[in-house]
Nanobody
Framework: QVQLVESGGGLVQPGGSLRLSCAAS????????MAWYRRAPGKEREFVAI???????LYNQAVKGRFTISRDNAKNTLYLQMNSLEPEDTAIYYC?????WGQGTQVTVSS
């Protein structure tokens, strides 16, 4: 059974940075695509970034150049480095692997 556990969220001022982590278990992490999604208050869940198991990455245009997705296959962990955060980035951030979702971690960008 796949389990995804996110961490690293919190309150940060505009322009600040956070790094999210997603610890995965139960599947061959190095052989699957892993992604981050987010749900802002009152909005639908949206794609943020994906890390392909062959090394490719893809970003939502809204975060491109500010966010970096990476993975450590030895630690079965997915990361999302978020820089130059904006109030519009406020959301619950979810880790995704195929049909599986983590519980989410709250990111709030506010002064």
């Amino acid at each position: 059974q796949v389990q995804l556990v996110e961490s690293g969220g919190g309150l940060v001022q505009p322009g600040g940075s956070l790094r999210l982590s997603c610890a995965a278990s139960g599947r061959n992490f190095s052989a699957t695509n892993m992604a981050w999604y987010r749900r802002a208050p009152g909005k639908e869940r949206e794609f943020v970034a994906i890390s392909g198991y062959l090394g490719t990455t893809l970003y939502n245009q809204a975060v491109k150049g500010r966010f970096t997705i990476s993975r450590d296959n030895a630690k079965n962990t997915l990361y999302l480095q978020m820089n130059s955060l904006e109030p519009e980035d406020t959301a619950i951030y979810y880790c995704n692997e195929l049909e599986c979702w983590g519980q989410g971690t709250q990111v709030t960008v506010s002064s």
